[in-house]
């Protein structure tokens, strides 16, 4: 299995561009999660989706964050604008629903810095 | 609500020593627990994780963690440690039986080998 696959894998922008990562979950998987990572505050959950559908965007920062999952091999995550504080490494992962022990798989993650 | 807390955020060992990184969980209900390891660069590898059963689990690279349910505790050892184990190491939880919740993670301890 090819793994979760991300793009970009880096990413510099300018204060006030948007941004656009995409993530392909692991064939046959069908929960997506977007993480965020920064030295200050560890791994967050952002958004996940379950068959497509966003369960719990509570973790999405603010209104200049939005991700969509148009259908099960392709999601992305939008912030517009961007500001530097957004700089971060975000990961996608994915799992297949249901399964025994919720195993997440993680793709290599979309380096951003917004300067 | 489930917490997970990684008591140590940094931890320097000699190669060939023995290591222990500490991980200490809350939740009402029953759980399975993960840990994962990050080299640098690189996104997250599942190392090991407990389900049920034995509460010794054995994972990839030597390591190995210990299911304490009276302590809450999940701590992950390696008996020698290499200096390609250099990395750092994420301690996870979820609900038991539940296949639509995320993992929680701790905020990771990094683990530095020196020579």
């Known amino acids: 299995d090819a793994g979760v696959i991300q793009s970009p894998r880096h990413e510099v922008t300018e204060m006030g561009q948007e941004v656009t990562l995409r993530c392909k979950p692991i064939?046959?998987?069908?929960?997506l999660f977007w993480y965020r990572q920064t030295m200050m505050r560890g791994l967050e959950l952002l958004i996940y989706?379950?068959?497509?559908?966003?369960?719990?965007d509570s973790g999405m920062p603010e209104d200049r964050f939005s991700a969509k999952m148009p259908n099960a091999s392709f999601s992305t995550l939008k912030i517009q604008p961007s500001e530097p504080r957004d700089s971060a490494v975000y990961f996608c992962?994915?799992?297949?629903?249901?399964?025994?022990?919720?195993?997440?798989?993680f793709g290599e993650g979309s380096w951003l810095t917004v300067v | 609500a489930q917490s997970v807390t990684q008591l140590d955020s940094q931890v320097p060992v000699f190669e060939e020593a023995p290591v222990e990184l500490r991980c200490n969980y809350s939740?009402?209900?029953?759980?399975?627990l993960f840990w994962y390891v990050q080299y640098p660069n690189q996104g997250l590898q599942l190392l090991l994780k407990?389900?049920?059963?034995?509460?010794l689990v054995k994972g990839i690279n030597g390591f190995e963690a210990e299911f304490n349910k009276s302590q809450t505790s999940f701590h992950l050892r390696k008996p020698s440690v290499h200096i390609s184990d250099t990395a750092e190491y994420f301690c996870?939880?979820?609900?038991?039986?539940?296949?639509?919740?995320?993992?929680?993670f701790g905020k990771g301890t990094r683990l530095s080998v020196i020579a």
């Open positions: 996870a939880v979820s609900y038991r039986n539940s296949g639509n919740t995320p993992l929680v």
């Open positions: 989706f379950n068959n497509n559908v966003p369960i719990d």
């Open positions: 992962a994915s799992r297949r629903q249901g399964e025994t022990g919720n195993t997440i798989y």
């Open positions: 407990y389900l049920s059963g034995s509460t």
């Open positions: 064939s046959g998987h069908n929960s």
């Open positions: 939740s009402s209900v029953s759980v399975y």
